[in-house]
């Protein structure tokens, strides 16, 4: 069975420190007062590109061997996987790198990757769909496949944000971790558990697309998953099965969060800590907030992407706007 340790980690660490930022571990006072325990934030909307995802795809990129990275590269991605795999083949020195995005992808990502030096494709209306785009190229030129999720590789650079969170806070007793296809909370449980084994890792999925938490539930590993419409963009689809093989049996639970618990929370972050992240990036905290997190003292939320786009946030901030004096309050449950 493949099998990735914390040497993995350590290993992937040594690679990529230069290329990617040793991201804040935010304690949040006014939450912690509010929930009745400590949390803090991981801030990985901080990293480079806007999310953790510089991490996995450098310690993949920098891997390769010199003729497969002439071979050129091939990704897939709701937007995040593709800034960090552009990222990364910018570090590279890369020139053949092809990036199929889902058309519509939040503009704000599209935007950013326009700065790179790399092919764009905006392929179909799910992950799925730019995917199995992405996979036939890697067919035809022999291309690299980076996967998002389903790579040893990826998943050990992922879990160099576990090494920070348990560096940085060694008494650390409840990780929770936003989980589309698996790769940052595999990583982060491998770490986080292989220092200490009493360290409890949740992952969140959204109820639109509860694949990691159906995973758990019946033993095996759903992907592709057809997913509902969901805010959380990258967290729609399915788990992977190298995520699955290696770190399913450490991950304590798994929990749901609704469309509305994730808006919420996206604006809580505003108002407790003045902190911006995307839908998907807010999934750990919208857990917490709405109180199906039971957290012994010291809990982390990992913040895993800031990538939001002005037209999606006020759409949130509108459906949290303040109510007249008259009328039902909506706010978020924080205040």
Known sequence: MTEITLEDIRLARRRISCHVAHTPLH?????????????????????????????????????????????GIVAASAGNHALGVAHAARVAGLREVDIYVQADAAPAKIAK??????????????????????????????????????????????????????????????IVVPVGGGGLMAGIAIAAKSIDPGVRIIGVNPAASPSAWLSKRDGRAYDPYDHEPTLAQGLAGGFGRVPFAVAISMIDEIVLVSEDELVQAVAALIDSDQVLVEASGAAAAAAVFAGKIKSGRKCVAVLSGGNIDASTLSLILNRCRRPEPTTQAVGHPLF
């Not at 939450?31 to 310690?59: I, V, Y």
């Open 27 to 71: 304690y949040s006072p006014l939450c912690s007062a509010r929930l009745g325990f400590d949390l803090w934030l991981k801030m990985e909307n901080r990293q480079h590109t806007g999310s953790f995802k510089p991490r996995g795809a450098l310690n993949k990129i920098l891997s390769l061997t010199p003729a497969a990275r002439a071979q």
């Open 113 to 174: 990757l326009k700065q790179y030096d790399i092919r764009m494709h905006l392929v179909g209306r799910t992950f799925e769909e730019a995917q199995q785009a992405a996979l036939a190229h890697a067919g035809s030129t022999g291309a690299t496949w980076v996967s998002a999720y389903d790579d040893v590789e990826v998943i050990a650079g992922q879990g160099t944000c576990g090494l920070e969170i348990m560096e940085d806070l060694p008494a650390a007793d409840t």
